[in-house]
């Protein structure tokens, strides 16, 4: 018998009802929420990024591809990477269906890793997507947006995520392996992921995940907004959905996989 509480169908449209006015309240704050990213001031952009994609070598005002609004979603894919972040992979299997749209909206979209172009596009190839993916390689794109961090700055506790000052990185998360996790156990979320990219604690952590948007006025690049960590649930597709489902997300660790490792056990 179930332990959750029941009552009859007028006891819960009466409850849905105080729900509703309570939803209603979100998408109105949610809706002024939008409009205050938009009135952020734009930051010019000077630096000459180079990005590797599949038409070749591009600036950052070529991946406009003609529009006046660009979205980047930061990928955590580093060089180091033998696959890329399981989460992010999570978030891509969204990305195929929107694009089009976007596109149709004068709003261009592309994800961008550290990882080499030949790297992504096997991945790709592998999750079976579509979307633009480029590659940073050595430019400072993805330190200068705050989605990549030096071995040094992890150390002494002078990485700046998520607009804050992280501590130290723990002693025993620097340099464990794949195969000293395997046979110590799980040390938590973090180590599990970073074992299914192939690599260490540290160096996983060093990547992260982000959205940045640009606008392209009158031939010049701007800077207008990025988020990062819980500010990108909103991207994250399956979690809107069980939001909705009747467990929520009812989750016991780490419990996504690529869309391909499904049922391997």
């Known amino acids: 018998m179930t332990e959750h509480r029941t009552g009859t169908r007028e006891e819960w449209l009466k409850a849905r009802l105080q729900l509703l006015e309570a939803e209603k309240e979100l998408t109105r704050r949610s809706d002024e929420l939008a409009r205050q990213r938009q009135a952020l001031p734009w930051v010019r952009i000077d630096k000459d990024y180079r990005f590797e994609t599949d038409a070749g070598s591009a600036s950052l005002k070529e991946l406009f591809q003609g529009r006046s609004q660009l979205l980047v979603y930061h ?4 060089p180091d990477y033998t696959a890329g972040c399981p989460s992010c992979s999570s978030i891509a299997d969204g990305f195929n269906g929107i694009v089009v ?39 400072d794109f993805n330190r200068d947006f705050s989605v990549w961090f030096t071995a040094d700055e992890q150390r002494e506790g002078r990485i700046e995520y998520n607009f804050r000052r992280e501590p130290p990185a723990p002693e025993p998360l620097a340099g464990k392996t794949v195969q000293e996790w395997q046979l110590r156990g799980s040390e938590g979320p973090v180590a599990q992921i970073a074992a299914m990219t192939g690599t260490d604690v540290a160096t996983y952590t060093r990547d992260r995940p982000g959205l940045s948007a640009f606008v392209l006025d009158d031939g010049v690049v701007y800077h207008s907004y990025s988020s990062y960590a819980r500010g990108l649930d909103g991207i994250w597709g399956m979690y809107q959905w069980l ?12 419990w996504w996989r690529r869309n391909d490792e499904y049922g391997q056990g």
Do not use: C, Q
Request: hydrophobic share 40%; glycine share 8%.
């Open 101 to 139: 749209h976007l596109e149709n909206h004068d709003v261009a979209f592309t994800a961008v890793s550290r990882a080499p172009l030949e790297k992504l596009t096997a991945y790709k190839r592998r999750m079976g997507w579509s979307f633009p993916w480029a590659s940073s390689n050595d430019s």
């Open 75 to 78: 990928f955590m894919f580093g």
């Open 243 to 254: 939001d909705r489902a009747p467990l929520g997300r009812n989750e016991n660790g780490v």
